[in-house]
């Protein structure tokens, strides 16, 4: 098939991910006074904005058409 087609569909397969997916981060706050450091690890897991993930749904849908339709 054509690489428009695939392109399409690792986009819907990425938006459809990103609903379901966590990503998580780690972020470290502390406080050093010369040899002495005093320090906490926070991890977040944040998820990616349903806007952003219907819009790569709505694109990968499109390329996986256009893809199709191009024969």
């Known amino acids: 098939m054509k690489p428009m087609f695939w392109i399409g569909v690792v986009v819907l397969v990425l938006?459809?991910?990103s609903?379901?997916?966590a990503i998580p981060r780690?972020?470290?706050q502390g406080l050093k006074?010369?040899?002495?450091s005093?320090?906490?690890?926070?991890?977040h897991k944040e998820r990616v904005?349903?806007?952003?993930?219907a819009v790569l749904i709505v694109v990968g849908g499109g390329l996986i058409?256009?893809?199709?339709?191009r024969r």
């Open 33 to 36: 006074a010369g040899n002495m």
């Open 19 to 21: 609903l379901l997916i």
């Open 38 to 43: 005093i320090g906490v690890e926070l991890e």
């Open 26 to 28: 780690k972020e470290t």
């Open 65 to 69: 058409i256009t893809g199709i339709s």
């Open 15 to 17: 938006g459809i991910a």
């Open 49 to 53: 904005s349903p806007i952003i993930s």
